[in-house]
């Protein structure tokens, strides 16, 4: 296995910064970004270099990529990790949370790719792996903001994958299922406040509630999944164009496909009167 120099971004906290740990563990030059660098101090001690990254600032964002290129003259790796979920229904997210979400999640990736595509397109060669989502693929009750984001990375990621190949430069998407990260109880206290005083506070209320209760389980799985489907992004000869794992991850995507568009809106809205 080659020794590659890797960023990777929102490695904070959950898959972030398990992956970052992993990749470092196996032998790479690892630097971790995220806003909060004292949450990635633990990280040094597998020789992880913590960098302050903010991805709705160009200055931060340019500030990071330079300075991995000052300490090692290439990157190898981006892998595009930054990410959160704000859920509401459209009708009551303030537009400025919809932009913000579509800020973090959609244009500070695409933007961390512009600023490293040059070094990678001079070394002719270079990966990009960014973290979707199977809410990609397929919408819950209450995510439309969040899944607009998601969509969004599947179709840049394939628009990119398709540019950079005379590059040798490849991309991949990470699709989680179910994983046990605090990501969907922050989801469910945002789907709270943004229903409040609402016509629609009673259902949400009642996801929200459930969605908490999914995501304080141990019947998800472990972030060490995706952090293993990342690992084989990096390290695989040919890396493939999607890794999708994690709990309901295949079923969930199959079942979209599957059931015609109202059977599916009927599961969904039933998601809240499941018990866990």
Not at 103 to 112: C, I, P
Not at 147 to 171: C, N, Q, T
Not at 260 to 265: H, K, Q
């Amino acid at each position: 296995m080659n020794k590659k120099v890797i960023l990777i971004t929102g490695a904070s906290s959950g898959i972030g910064f398990d992956a970052a740990q992993a990749l470092a563990r196996q032998g790479h030059k690892v630097y971790a970004a995220a806003r909060r660098t004292e949450l990635m101090e633990p990280l040094k001690a597998d020789g992880i270099t913590p960098l302050q990254l903010d991805v709705t600032d160009e200055d931060s964002m340019q500030r990071c990529v330079q300075a991995v290129l000052d300490a090692e003259g290439r990157i190898d790796v981006l892998v595009n990790n930054a990410g959160y979920g704000f859920f509401g229904a459209v009708e009551t997210v303030p537009m400025s949370e919809a932009r913000r979400q579509q800020e973090v999640n959609v244009f500070g990736l695409a933007r961390m790719c512009q600023l490293v595509l040059p070094t990678m397109r001079a070394q002719g060669k270079g990966r990009i792996i960014n973290t979707a989502s199977i809410a990609g693929k397929i919408v819950l009750l209450y995510g439309g903001w969040y899944h607009v984001s998601k969509f969004s990375v599947e179709a840049l990621s394939d628009a990119l994958r398709m540019e950079l190949k005379p590059f040798g430069i490849d991309v991949s998407i990470i699709e989680p299922g179910g994983i046990h990260t605090d990501w969907g109880i922050i989801a469910a206290r945002h789907l709270k406040e943004s229903a409040a005083n609402t016509p629609y506070e009673a259902s949400a209320t009642a996801e929200a509630d459930t969605l908490h209760k999914a995501y304080s389980s141990r019947w998800l799985s472990s972030p060490h999944v995706i952090t293993r489907a990342i690992s084989r992004a990096v390290n695989s000869r040919r890396p493939r164009a999607r890794y999708r794992t994690g709990t309901f991850a295949h079923s969930g995507v199959f079942l979209h496909w599957l059931l015609p568009s109202r059977w599916w809106d009927a599961l969904m809205r039933g998601f809240s009167k499941i018990r866990l």
